[in-house]
Structure formats: C-alpha cells, structure tokens
T-cell receptor
C-alpha cells in the first residue's frame, strides 16, 4: 500500500506482559515518529528516527519503553512489563525528510492493558 | 518545552464558517500544521503553513498565522456535517537539538444540521 501501516490494529494484554508494536513507513521516507494518544488527550511525542542518526528518545515516558528501526524501514516499539496507564492508541508517522515536511500517520494500534 | 493550546469544543451550524484557534509558545517554530481526526480513524493532514507566511488558503480552508502573538487559526468556510471531527494544531520546533512536532489537545468540532 501507499500509506503508513501499523500492526496489530488492536492489542489486549495483561498487566506485566511485554508487547511489540510494528510500523511500516512510506517507502523512501527517512524520518519516522512514534506518538501516544491517551483517551481524551492530545498526541504525546515518544521517539523520532532520522536516517542512521541516533534517535531522539526524549519523549519516552520510562525505561520500559524502547524502539528500534532497521535502516529506513520497519520500526518496532516495545513496551515491557505493561501497566494499565500504558493503555492508549500508539500512532506512527513518517515523513520524506526530517522537519518541514508533512508527517503521514498510520491508523494506529489501540493497546488495552487489563 | 513547547506548549500548544486549543479550546476543547466548538459547535457551529451547517453552512456557517468555523474558526478553530491555537496558541503556541516557541517563537522558533518553523512549520505549523492542522490535522483532522474523524471517529475511529487516524490523523489526516489538512494543511500546513511556513512561519514566514501570514495566510494560506486551500479551497474551503484558510489558515491565518500571527507570529507576533503566536496565534494560529483554521477557518472552514461553509461548514458541512462531514467536517465534524477533532482538529489538532501541531507545531514543529527544536527540542534538545532535535526537530519535533508538538500537538495541541485537539478541538472537537460539532456541526449542527
């Protein structure tokens, strides 16, 4: 497809389990972003990848959160030992280059921690 | 860090104009965006404006930027029921040496038939 895709679309997990969320950016987009949107709140920046540069992890809320990106393709966001407050929609976006270009968003993964 | 604020709710009648406002704090912001989120859907980029512009028009959408007051607005002419959604203002700025986008909390637009 031409857009950003994410999987799974929905994930229900028990508190304490690890989860892995996947993002496939638009082909050729060098910048990739992860955001979190809690119910009734705005988007919260988590992490940003730009090419082969070290990622900007300044938005990660705790050391239970980590993300990887293979080159300029797929990214995975991992949440270890999930907590109920991790329940949110996790959105991935990509852009052609960093800064100043449109960020195209995926449909998101809705994570529910029970 | 950057702070982006929007009012939470706006209600208009079909056919009227809607104006959604946004304020931000970082004067070094370079690009400012408006996104639309319909129920159950992801974010859709509506339009964006460079910080050296005052206005941008795209069909029914008009974006106004007052850089001095750090105020951004989105005007939707002839508002339709299909425009009902949450509208997010977003600002690109520098944070810790990196460029990042900061979003407002979103304004829920309700269009009354």
């Amino acid at each position: 497809g031409a857009g950003v895709s994410q999987s799974p679309s929905n994930k229900v997990t028990e508190k304490g389990k690890d989860v892995e969320l996947r993002c496939d950016p638009i082909s050729g987009h060098t910048a990739l972003y992860w955001y979190r949107q809690r119910l009734g709140q705005g988007l919260e920046f988590l992490i940003y990848f730009q090419g082969n540069s070290a990622p900007d992890k300044s938005g990660l809320p705790s050391d239970r959160f980590s993300a990887e990106r293979t080159g300029e393709s797929v990214s995975t966001l991992t949440i270890q030992r999930t907590q109920q407050e991790d329940s949110a929609v996790y959105l991935c976006a990509s852009s052609l280059v960093s800064g100043g270009n449109e960020q195209y968003f995926g449909p998101g993964t809705r994570l529910t921690v029970t | 860090g950057e702070d982006v604020e929007q009012s939470l709710f706006l209600s208009v009648r079909e056919g009227d104009s809607s104006v959604i406002n946004c304020t931000y704090t970082d004067s070094s912001s370079t690009y400012l965006y408006w996104y639309k989120q319909e129920p159950g859907a992801g974010l859709q980029l509506l339009t964006y404006i460079f910080s050296n512009m005052d206005m941008k028009q795209d069909q029914r959408l008009t974006v106004l930027l007052n850089k001095k007051d750090k105020h951004l607005s989105l005007r939707i002419a002839d508002t339709q029921t299909g425009d009902s959604a949450i509208y997010f203002c977003a600002v690109l700025g520098l944070g810790g040496g990196y460029q990042k986008v900061t979003f407002g909390t979103g304004t829920k637009l309700q269009v009354i038939p």
